[in-house]
């Protein structure tokens, strides 16, 4: 099957600790996102690639890192610097191209830091 | 990006039309409307696009004003599984791919 795995669905750090979250697509598509929802709120764009190797900031970048070594991975790791952390975070992935597209979303991982 | 206004909740009965109105009064010529919703704890899901013409696929249909300064997404026989909330999304169809979510419409659909 085709689709957006996100691991784990569940996780919990202590306050200072950096922990990467994990966003693998078999969909062979070029854009991958990562997003950002907080309980009753909208999602917010953290960080997008559009190809392998290049990545752009979204609206709240700050305090977040991601990689894009390979096309069907897409990490993110969310750093101490990163104020309030605990939030639900949303992997999601495109076609790339001037044309319409539907972005298809993961499952998601709710992060806990305490 | 354009902004939407969408109202924050509906409830509508089971076997019913839900229709879900959106506002996006500054929307510009080369901006399409977008529908996605989002199931409790789950990622969201594409529902449905269109530039000016109304759209109908296997899910709901859209209907965008002449002006284009509104729409509306139906939802032709509600189950209760349609149960999300969902949102309006405005965007161009080209350039950076980042849909900007609101806080959308949570529709409950009541047995």
């Known amino acids: 099957d085709g689709g957006i795995t996100q691991s784990p669905k569940y996780l919990f750090r202590k306050e200072g600790q950096n922990v990467t979250l994990s966003c693998e697509q078999n969909?062979?598509?070029?854009?991958m996102y990562w997003y950002r929802q907080d309980p009753g709120q909208g999602l917010r764009l953290i960080y997008y690639s559009q190809i392998v190797n290049d990545f752009q900031k979204g609206d709240i970048a700050e305090g977040y890192s991601v990689s894009r070594e390979k096309k069907e991975s897409f990490p993110l790791t969310v750093t101490s610097a990163q104020k309030n952390p605990t939030a639900f975070y949303l992997c999601?992935?495109?076609?790339?191209?001037?044309?319409?597209?539907?972005?298809?979303f993961g499952p998601g991982t709710r992060l806990t830091v305490t | 990006d354009a902004k939407t206004t969408q109202p924050p909740s509906m409830d509508c009965a089971e076997g019913r039309a839900a229709n879900l109105p959106c506002n996006h009064s500054?929307?510009?010529?080369?901006?399409?409307v977008y529908w996605y919703r989002q199931i409790h704890s789950q990622g969201p899901q594409y529902i449905i696009h269109g530039l000016k013409n109304n759209e109908t696929n296997e899910m709901a249909s859209l209907i965008i004003t002449e002006d284009r300064k509104s729409s509306t997404l139906i939802l032709p026989h509600a189950t209760l599984r349609d149960t999300a909330v969902y949102y309006c999304i405005v965007r161009v169809a080209q350039g950076a791919q980042k849909l900007v979510f609101g806080q959308g419409t949570r529709l409950t659909i009541n047995p």
């Open positions: 500054t929307i510009s010529g080369n901006e399409y």
């Open positions: 999601a992935s495109s076609i790339r191209g001037d044309k319409h597209y539907e972005q298809y």
């Open positions: 969909l062979n598509h070029d854009a």
